[in-house]
């Protein structure tokens, strides 16, 4: 098993952990963590852009001219695609983009994602993060401490006074273990577990 160096808020190491080789030091694959993101924008998509066609288009169907004898190009109405203000051809209309992987390739994903920070030295493990109250001032101190500048932290339960905390730092977020997730892992540069947090996800993932 692979050890990792667990840590206080005082940047102080106080012990190692050993954690699962077969999450955190697993066989990356890179087209998985690709695949997994890719999914979780489209599902961001709201899919409410829209367009009127030509039958859309308020406007009357009188023909504006004759058909012939003016010069001019054949027109039925006002309402058409070549004209100023007319109806959009195959324009955009609301749809949902939102799709589903596979159960197993999400966690696979997830594990490699898991594997990228730990082998790259960006994965911090914590006994515990613990605020007396809210504090920005204090939040920031202890990001300062262990060197962070682009973290996402993740506990392993609700924590108003921590999340509270966090939230007006710039390039900070807080997740709960259950919203883990690979596009998170992969956009912030420093992945930081609490221990219980760290359990729990090796529950979740565990082959």
Known sequence: MAKADLLNIKAEK????EIKDE???????????HDVIKM?????????????????VKGSNKKPYRQKG???ARLGTYKSPLMVGGGVVFGPHPRDYSYSLPKKVRKAALRSALTVRFSGSNM????????????????????KAL????????????????EKSARNIPYTKILRTEGLNVYDVIRYEQLV???DSLRKIEEVLAL
Do not use: W, Y
């Open 23 to 33: 999450i955190f030091n697993c066989e990356a694959k890179p087209h998985l963590i």
């Open 124 to 143: 911090i493990v914590l006994d515990k993060l613990e605020l007396d109250k809210i504090s920005t001032k204090t939040f920031s101190g202890i990001m």
């Open 40 to 56: 979780q924008l489209a599902n961001r998509r709201r899919g409410t852009a829209s367009t009127k066609t030509r039958s859309e």
């Open 70 to 72: 003016t010069g001019r």
């Open 14 to 17: 106080i012990g190692e952990i």
């Open 147 to 162: 060197n962070l500048t682009k973290p996402l932290f993740v506990i392993s339960n609700k924590d108003d006074i921590v």
């Open 193 to 195: 577990f609490t221990l």
